[in-house]
């Protein structure tokens, strides 16, 4: 178990050494096509809670617990839905205006 935890530990930072690079990217874009900080945010909690939902998901599985991986997937669908909620209301404004 403790072994389990510690490559678990390895592989977690390994992963933000590899994602560090990424994110920079990403905000740079963001910035270079003047799309609003806020925006940037909401992509980037919705990617937090994408992998949380898996990893949650999949030590349901794991764990034999199939009915609370299910209500995990949902819960996470449901978050990201409502996260997405404005940047969905300013994508139809836009399409309002070229109207």
Not at 72 to 91: C, Q, Y
Request: charged letters at 15%; a negative charge.
């Amino acid at each position: 178990m403790m072994i389990a935890l510690g490559v678990c530990a390895a592989v977690t930072a390994g992963f933000m050494l590899f994602i560090e690079p990424v994110i920079s990217e990403v905000q740079e874009i963001f910035t270079s096509s003047g799309i609003p900080d806020s925006y940037m945010s909401i992509v980037f909690k919705a990617a937090a809670i994408s992998f949380i939902t898996h990893i949650t998901c999949e030590i349901c599985a794991d764990s034999g617990e199939g009915a609370i991986a299910s209500a995990a997937e949902l819960w996470g669908r449901g978050a990201l839905a409502f996260m997405s909620l404005p940047i969905i209301r300013s994508l139809l404004e836009k399409i309002n205006e070229m109207l």
